[in-house]
C-alpha cells in the first residue's frame, strides 16, 4: 500500500538542457504551424527520446510535458508550458524555467506546481509485515506460524526476524536460543508429518 505523505518542495531556477530547449523548439515550430499534434488535446503526441506530452485538454494553446533529463525514466520533469513560453525557451528568452524541485537531491524530479506530487519521494511504501504480532498471543503461537512459512530454519534466524519486529518482542517477550530451538525442533518434525 502506499500512502501519499508530501515533503514541500524547493522553488529552482533549473537551466533548460540543450535536450529539452531542442524539443521545445520543434514543438513551437508545429504549434506555429498548427499542426494538428498540437491542437489535438493528447498525452503523447509531441514526442522525442527524452520527452513526452501534448495539449492540455480544455485548455488554450497549454502543454503539459514529460521531460527525463538523464539516463532512464527515474528523474523526469513534469512541465507545463503556454505556447509563448514555449517560444521564449525555443529562442533562448528563457534560459531557465522555474520549477519546484525535490528536496532530496538524488532525485532530482521537478514539477511545474508546488502541488504535484513525486511518486519516489511522496509515499510512504507500507509493506505489510509477514507475521503481525497483534495475531500472536504467545511466543509458541507466532513460532509455529513462522516455521510454516520458513522450513528449516536455524533458531537464530527464527530469533532474528522476531527481534527485527520490535513490536513482538515487547508483547511477548525474547525467545532464548533454547527455546527457539526447542520450538523450532517440535515444529519442524511437525511439519514434515
Ligand atoms: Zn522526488
Known amino acids: 500500500m502506499r500512502t501519499e505523505r508530501r515533503i514541500p518542495k524547493r522553488f529552482t531556477q533549473a537551466p533548460v ?3 529539452l530547449r531542442d524539443f521545445l523548439s520543434d514543438v513551437g515550430r508545429l504549434i506555429a504551424a498548427r499542426d494538428e499534434r498540437t491542437t ?3 498525452d503523447d503526441l509531441l514526442q522525442c527520446d527524452q520527452a513526452y506530452g501534448g495539449l492540455i485538454d480544455g485548455s ?3 502543454y503539459a510535458f514529460t521531460f527525463f533529463p538523464g539516463e532512464g525514466t527515474r528523474t523526469k520533469w513534469e512541465l507545463q508550458l503556454s505556447a ?3 517560444a521564449n525557451v525555443a529562442d533562448g528568452k528563457a534560459p531557465s524555467l522555474g520549477l519546484w524541485a525535490c528536496v532530496n537531491d538524488s532525485c532530482g524530479s521537478m514539477f511545474w506546481s508546488e502541488k504535484e506530487s513525486c511518486f519516489y519521494c511522496d509515499y510512504d511504501d507500507h509493506k505489510p509485515p509477514a507475521l503481525r504480532s497483534t495475531e500472536f498471543s504467545t511466543r509458541r503461537d507466532w513460532a509455529r ?3 510454516a512459512l520458513h522450513a528449516d530454519s536455524h533458531p537464530l534466524e527464527m530469533i532474528g526476524a522476531f527481534n527485527a519486529n520490535p513490536q513482538l518482542a515487547r508483547t511477548l517477550g ?6 527457539a530451538a526447542e520450538l523450532l ?3 519442524n518434525t511437525g511439519n514434515k508429518r
Not at 525474547?174 to 527455546?179: I, P
Open 17 to 19: 538542457p540543450k535536450k
Open 174 to 179: 525474547h525467545f532464548s536460543l533454547a527455546e
Open 145 to 147: 506460524a513462522y516455521s
Open 185 to 187: 525442533g517440535e515444529f
Open 40 to 42: 489535438v488535446p493528447s
Open 60 to 62: 488554450v494553446e497549454r
Open 84 to 86: 509563448d513560453e514555449i
